[in-house]
Each structure stands twice: as structure tokens, then as C-alpha cells.
């Protein structure tokens, strides 16, 4: 028995996105207002890499997964945009060994970011077919070795990514308004595939594969489409990334961003879609305050020295307490939904008086 579309979960799901939507455009908003450059690339940054932890979250949430092969598609999708929209002249002295094709191409923001949504999930297709027949446990090991054999490719094919030096000369196009419209589509997306018939089956194999086996879900297309989709959006992410970034090599997408990620959603509630956002924004408040305190703080007659490693302490802190005092995160397994119809009485009560 499988089940079907419902309307009161779309119209659950299609609620939380436009809750999420409204606050997330209140955050874009101050960032435009404050004015302050600072400010701005902090919002931009934090629009576009909660993202990527939404899409880790389709997968990892909903199938229970945790996956640490993802950020090898935030990768492929950050070199897929930027090889598609660095300057010819700039390909011709940094990248002469192109393919022709390639070292005349320049498509622009949009088509970069659809390209590398659709490469990201073709190699999320193939390379994902064998893993998807594991149990999750192993599936979750087997996603590491996906990692690495991106990141070795990645190092070493000199002729197409420059290797460890990297590449640079991205256009940085992108802007809070524009991190945020991909915020919000993707946020969109995200909450109807979890709302979908797809979303639900891949649930229930969480919860209970055996019961869902024996009502007729073959487990393997289930988590190879959930994959697959969890991988576009990840590479899409990494196209946006690398049109605010500007410059970067293999060391961008390794360990590092697989810790962020991870602990961004063990923080906020991987279960949850707004839970991503939640710990998003936490662990990025959290490291950006912890910045100055590995800098050193002067606190009146106090001074405060330099505490190196401090934001990744405080990161690591942070999950440890979330494990702690709320295992299953901020959010735990709900989603935002913000009373518009109270709202919309009360204020109806009140013209009224």
C-alpha cells in the first residue's frame, strides 16, 4: 500500500514556507536597511550556506542517514558554476588546458546554478546506485568513501580545477536578495518533498523498514531518489556559494564543512526543515560572536586574550549541549508555523475598538 498525495499536508507544509519565508525575508530586510557591509556578507553568507543544510536535511531528515559524502556535491556544484561563468580571458591564462567549449563559455548566474543542480544529480545517480542497496548504517560509512574520491578527484585534475591551487575570478553576483529568492525555492522544495508520497515512504523506511518492506516499498529506488534529490539541491547551493565566494580550492569541500553541516543540523533538529534553518543560524551567530574572542575581547578595566580555536570549541559545546538537553534539536520533529489567522482576528478585534 502506498501512500498518495494528501492536501492537508501540502497545505501544512505550504503554511511553514510561508512562515519561514516571512521571517527569513525580515532577516534579509535588516541586513539591507543596517546598510553595513559587514552585515551584508555575513546575512548573504548565512542565506546561502543555510542552503546547503537544508538540502543535507532532505536527505539526512528524512531518511535518518547521516550522510558524510554530501558536501562532495556542494563541491561539484560550487566547480560546475564557477568553470561555466569565469571570464574567457581568465580561463585562457589560469585554466589553458580546457576543453574549448568550456574556455569560451560564460552563462550567467541562473543557467550555472540549474547546471550544476543537474550534474550534481547525475553523480549522485551513478555513484549512489551501489550504496542505496546497503543498510543505513553501512549507506552512512559507504558516503564517506564518496567524499574522498570527489575531493582526490577534485585535488588532483589540475587540467579542470587547477588542483590545490584553486580558482578564482568567480562574478560575485550574488546579493541577500538573491540568496535569499534561492533560500526560499529550496526551503519550497524541501518541505513539499517532505509532505510528498516520496518524503512519507522514505519516513516510514526510518522509522520502520520492516513494516514499510512489508507493505510493498522497495527501500532501494526510495533512498536513491532521496539521495539523487538531496544532491541537487546541494550542488544548486554550492552554485550559489561560489558566486559569493569568489576564489577557492579542494579544502573548501572536506571535513571542515561536513562538521559545520552536521552540527548546524544536529543543533536545530534534523528531522525538521525550519530545524535546519534554526541551527543554521544559531551555530552562525555562536561563531561569529566566538570570532572576536579568539581575536582577543577588552571588557572595560578587562582584557580577555586570544583563545585560538575558539569558534570550534564553542561549536562543539554547543551540539554537545543540544545532545544533552534536547536530543532531537531546537525544532525536534515540527516545523514553523506562524498564527496568521490569530493575528489577523486580533488585529480585526483591535480596529474594531
Not at 13 to 18: E, H, I, Q, T
Not at 62 to 75: E, L
Not at 95 to 117: C, D, M, S
Amino acid at each position: 500500500m502506498r501512500p498518495g498525495w494528501s492536501r492537508r499536508r501540502l497545505a501544512v507544509a505550504a503554511r511553514s514556507w510561508l512562515s519561514t519565508s516571512v521571517l527569513l525575508v525580515l532577516v534579509a530586510a535588516t541586513a539591507s536597511i543596517l546598510a553595513n557591509k559587514s552585515i551584508t556578507n555575513v546575512v548573504t553568507s548565512f542565506l546561502i550556506y543555510t542552503s546547503l543544510v537544508v538540502g543535507y536535511q532532505m536527505f539526512m531528515g528524512n531518511s535518518g542517514i547521516v550522510s558524510f559524502g554530501h558536501v562532495a556535491f556542494f563541491g561539484i556544484g560550487a566547480y560546475c558554476a564557477a568553470l561555466l561563468n569565469i571570464p574567457p580571458e581568465t580561463k585562457e591564462l589560469a585554466l589553458p588546458a580546457l576543453p574549448t567549449f568550456l574556455q569560451q563559455t560564460q552563462t550567467g548566474a541562473l543557467p550555472a546554478i540549474v547546471i550544476a543542480a543537474a550534474l550534481s544529480a547525475l553523480v549522485a545517480l551513478v555513484i549512489g546506485f551501489a550504496p542505496s542497496r546497503m543498510q543505513a548504517e553501512t549507506m552512512g560509512i559507504a558516503t564517506f568513501a564518496v567524499l574522498v574520491i570527489v575531493y582526490t578527484v577534485i585535488h588532483n585534475w589540475e587540467e579542470v580545477t587547477r588542483g590545490g591551487l584553486g580558482i578564482y575570478d568567480i562574478p560575485p553576483v550574488m546579493t541577500p536578495v538573491y540568496a535569499l529568492l534561492g533560500l526560499v525555492i529550496i526551503t519550497g522544495v524541501a518541505l513539499a518533498y517532505k509532505a510528498s508520497p516520496y518524503g512519507l515512504r522514505i519516513q516510514g523506511a526510518r522509522d520502520d523498514p520492516l513494516a514499510v518492506e512489508s507493505l510493498g516499498v522497495h527501500l532501494v529506488p526510495e533512498r536513491l531518489f532521496c539521495f539523487v534529490v538531496s544532491a541537487a539541491v546541494m550542488g544548486a547551493g554550492g552554485a550559489m556559494w561560489a558566486h559569493n565566494a569568489r576564489a577557492f580550492g579542494p579544502a573548501s569541500f572536506y571535513f571542515r564543512d561536513t562538521f559545520n553541516i552536521i552540527a548546524m543540523m544536529i543543533v536545530g533538529g534534523s528531522a525538521s526543515v525550519t530545524g535546519a534553518i534554526v541551527g543554521s543560524a544559531v551555530v552562525t551567530v555562536v561563531s561569529e560572536l566566538m570570532r572576536f574572542a579568539e581575536n582577543g575581547i577588552v571588557i572595560g578595566m578587562i582584557e580577555v586574550p586570544q583563545i585560538h580555536g575558539a569558534v570550534q570549541l564553542s561549536v562543539a559545546l554547543l551540539i554537545l549541549a543540544t545532545l544533552f538537553l534536547r536530543p532531537t534539536g531546537i525544532m525536534g520533529t515540527g516545523e514553523l508555523i506562524l498564527p496568521f489567522s490569530q493575528w489577523a482576528r486580533d488585529f480585526k478585534k483591535w480596529i474594531r475598538r
